[in-house]
Structures are given as C-alpha cells and as structure tokens.
C-alpha cells in the first residue's frame, strides 16, 4: 500500500491527491525550489570547507611575523 503524500503549510496538514490541479503544481514547485536549496546548502558547504582549506595552506606559506 503507498502511503498517501501530505503538504503541511502552518501547522495543517493536506493530503496532495485532495488538492486541486494549481495547488497540486504549486506543491510540486515548492518541492522542486526545497531540493535546489538544499543542494546550494551543500555546495556551499563544499565551497567553505575549500575555502578554509585554501586558507588554511596559505597561512603555512607566509612568513612568520612577530607582534
């Protein structure tokens, strides 16, 4: 049996095959907008960890200085 798909949108909760055909395209665009976000969050994290490493191999390669 699948397990029917809910959208909750403040704090209700809606079955997807209940809504009409816009709403049901609006769902589909908020799943489809989630997912880009959440591959920029990773890529940012990509990007950030590359960038403390990048950092981090330069602070090697400058000379040492006294303060």
Request: net charge negative; charged share 20%.
């Given at each position: 049996m699948q397990e029917e798909v809910?959208?909750?949108l403040n704090g209700v909760s809606y079955k997807v095959s209940d809504l009409s055909?816009?709403?049901q395209a609006?769902?589909?665009?908020?799943?489809?907008?989630?997912t880009q976000m959440a591959d920029l969050r990773a890529k940012l994290a990509v990007y950030q960890t590359a960038r403390n490493a990048y950092e981090s191999a330069l602070?090697?390669?400058?000379p040492r200085t006294t303060q």
């Open positions: 809910e959208v909750t055909e816009e709403a609006q769902v589909a665009n908020l799943q489809f907008v989630d602070q090697q390669m400058l």
